[in-house]
């Protein structure tokens, strides 16, 4: 466990370091969406911190793969994908990538985004999901860092994270049939080289947790 810890800690600390490279000359707007990130997107699941790794993992996944990407159009794409998953954006019986692809336009135009790039932000969030089917660069890379983090230990964590602790559903038995799907689906739909090398570790983490569940609870009523 050791040497996947200190490579955990390698591949955060390059995060960070990407993070920290956001052209100077976008800070403005760059910040606001942030911020409205922050205030109106915070959920342990599918938040503002989730965002924060999809936008780190896909600069990662592009980089290992050579590839370049309009950096303006993933972050924006990066931190409003699950826009519509919060009230008061969210549409009843509408995917809510659509949604958030309707809604984005609205919430970057005060901002100072370049909007002649608009189109290409709500494209990466109409195909975020792993069932969606990804084309330019920027999609491409979003999707599979937002497939990735439905895998392994952090996908995991974001599914227990959203059990009723009222009782409801989700319940833990639900929790544990979302994370196998999400083991047995979502790795064919990683599209991008860089991203197919991470999802044999993130899958093998997860089938470490579920095993080790099923021997130490009841399978009827597991959490």
Not at 49 to 61: E, G, I, P
Not at 91 to 98: F, I, V
Request: charged share 15%; hydrophobic share 50%; with cysteine.
């Amino acid at each position: 466990m050791l040497h996947k810890t200190t490579r955990f800690v390698a591949a955060l600390s390059a995060g960070l370091a990407l993070l920290s490279a956001v052209p100077a000359t976008a800070a403005d707007w760059h910040e606001t969406v942030r911020q409205f990130a922050i205030a109106h997107c915070q959920h342990p699941a599918w938040g503002y911190v989730h965002s924060q790794r999809d936008y780190t993992l896909a600069r990662q996944l592009a980089a290992a793969d050579g590839v370049t990407l309009d950096d303006d159009v993933l972050f924006a794409a990066s931190w409003l994908h699950d826009l519509a998953a919060f009230a008061p954006y969210a549409k009843a019986n509408e995917d809510h990538s659509d949604t958030a692809a309707d809604l984005v336009g609205g919430i970057l135009a005060p901002t100072g985004f370049p909007m002649a790039k608009l189109a290409a932000v709500q494209a990466a969030i109409r195909t975020h999901m792993y069932y969606r089917d990804p084309q330019a660069p920027e999609a491409v890379y979003l999707h599979d860092a937002d497939a990735l983090d439905w895998l392994g230990a952090i996908g995991v964590a974001r599914i227990i994270a959203t059990v009723d602790k009222a009782g409801g559903q989700p319940d833990g038995k639900a929790a544990v049939a979302m994370l196998v799907n999400n083991e047995t689906v979502v790795p064919a739909r990683v599209v991008s080289p860089a991203g197919k090398a991470l999802v044999a570790g993130r899958v093998a983490e997860m089938k470490t947790f579920l095993a080790a569940l099923a021997a130490e609870s009841d399978s009827n009523a597991p959490l």
